[in-house]
């Protein structure tokens, strides 16, 4: 059983249009994080949720918006993408906000 | 304010020869330490963790990390590599008294060769 999914895996698209991106995790945690990872492998925190609320967002534009519809779900919508959105994006959950982390596949946004 | 400093952005060793991946850090608090592995395409999986019990740390595949409060530092070693480790490795801080984020090193490529 996978402990932190995310969907899809991969995903290309045009410059301009909307997105999403799911994550879902099984192991009963009340904290969840989306982070990004540039090309040069550095990742980045940009989201946290407890319990459905949002207790961490870093600089991020606003173009990028959590949904937390229930503490085992965390979505990340992107709009009007830019080229320098392209990067891979990593879900994670953790049991309280600053212990150990798991962390989903990635999905690698690649944007035309 | 806590940080993380990996001081090798590149580690080459041969297959069954000693690894050593060199972390220090910065923290106000006593902090939480991890190491995580990475391999080409996949997520991040937690190798070990320091939350102030024993200062060193046994974690998977082979790999411990040795908590010295007087040096700042969280080295991460392995007494002989394997080419399955080879793989990006990043240093983790944590303040879980003060409930924030992980911080994490910029990350250290391990290179095997045979």
């Known amino acids: 059983d996978t402990a932190v999914s995310q969907t899809p895996k991969y995903l290309v698209t045009q410059m301009g249009n909307d997105k999403s991106i799911k994550c879902e995790q099984n192991?009963?945690?009340?904290?969840m994080y989306w982070y990004k990872q540039d090309s040069k492998k550095f990742l980045k925190i940009m989201f946290s949720?407890?319990?459905?609320?949002?207790?961490i967002n870093e600089t991020v534009p606003n173009r990028f918006s959590p949904k937390s519809p229930d503490k085992a779900h965390l979505n990340l919508h992107i709009n009007s993408l830019e080229l320098g959105d392209s990067a891979v994006y990593f879900c994670?959950?953790?049991?309280?906000?600053?212990?150990?982390?798991?962390f989903g596949p990635g999905t690698r946004l690649t944007v035309l | 304010a806590q940080s993380v400093t990996q001081l090798d952005s590149h580690v080459s060793v041969s297959e069954g020869t000693p690894v050593l991946l060199r972390c220090n850090y910065s923290?106000?608090?006593?902090?939480?330490l991890f190491w995580y592995v990475q391999h080409p395409n996949k997520g991040l999986q937690l190798l070990l963790k320091?939350?102030?019990?024993?200062?060193l740390v046994k974690g998977i595949n082979g790999f411990e990390a040795e908590f010295k409060k007087s040096e700042t530092s969280f080295h991460l070693t392995k007494p002989s590599a394997h080419m399955s480790d080879a793989a990006e490795y990043f240093c983790?801080?944590?303040?879980?008294?003060?409930?924030?984020?992980?911080?994490f090193g910029k990350g250290t490529t391990l290179s095997v060769s045979s």
């Open positions: 994670a959950s953790s049991q309280e906000t600053g212990w150990w982390q798991f």
């Open positions: 192991l009963g945690h009340d904290t």
């Open positions: 949720y407890n319990n459905k609320e949002l207790i």
């Open positions: 923290s106000s608090y006593s902090p939480s």
């Open positions: 320091y939350t102030s019990a024993a200062t």
């Open positions: 983790v801080v944590s303040e879980i008294q003060a409930g924030t984020a992980l911080i």
